[in-house]
């Protein structure tokens, strides 16, 4: 099951700000915030919204804006490390490693991939199917 799959989208946005509050107060983070708030801080970018509070909560990212959802962009993030940490699907950790190798940085290597994941995740709202997981991994052997 989704991390957020039961949270309204108010809610995993409340989530990661106060996942940020709490790692910028150094307090006692539960597992998923340390998570959460290490994704926040490989985003600097990102921070000013994260810390502008209520506003951030109903903000909108379309594409036709041409702005990225900063919030779906660290959950592309999020997903992808809890994938490699836990090889799932099988294939997923040694194509990180690879293009890590490849492209010379972590964040770079979750960028390719994150592209991949958010195709298969467009391909299988829009089919109204489950994601092909093993047509994923193959996808990012060919990055």
Same mark, same amino acid.
């Given at each position: ?16 700000? =106060? ?9 006692? @983070? ?33 594409? =036709?804006?041409? *702005? ?8 592309? *993030? ?28 972590? *964040? =770079? ?13 467009? =391909?299988?709202? *829009? ?12 996808? @990012?052997?060919?990055?």
């Amino acid at each position: 099951m989704p991390i957020f799959a039961e949270q309204s989208r108010e809610e995993m946005r409340r989530f990661y700000l =106060e996942a940020w509050r709490k790692h910028k107060e150094r307090a006692v @983070l539960e597992p998923l915030e340390a998570q959460i708030a290490a994704v926040i801080a490989d985003h600097p970018e990102y921070i000013p919204l994260i810390e502008s509070g209520e506003d951030a909560l109903h903000q909108e990212f379309s594409p =036709e804006s041409g *702005h990225v959802n900063p919030f779906a962009h660290m959950a592309l *993030h999020q997903a992808l490390r809890d994938q490699v940490a836990t090889d799932r699907p099988p294939g997923v950790a040694q194509e990180y490693q690879r293009l890590v190798k490849k492209l010379g940085e972590a *964040h =770079e290597a979750e960028h390719a991939m994150g592209s991949v994941l958010a195709e298969l995740i467009w =391909e299988s709202v *829009h089919n109204s199917s489950n994601p092909d997981m093993g047509q994923y991994v193959e996808r @990012l052997r060919r990055l």
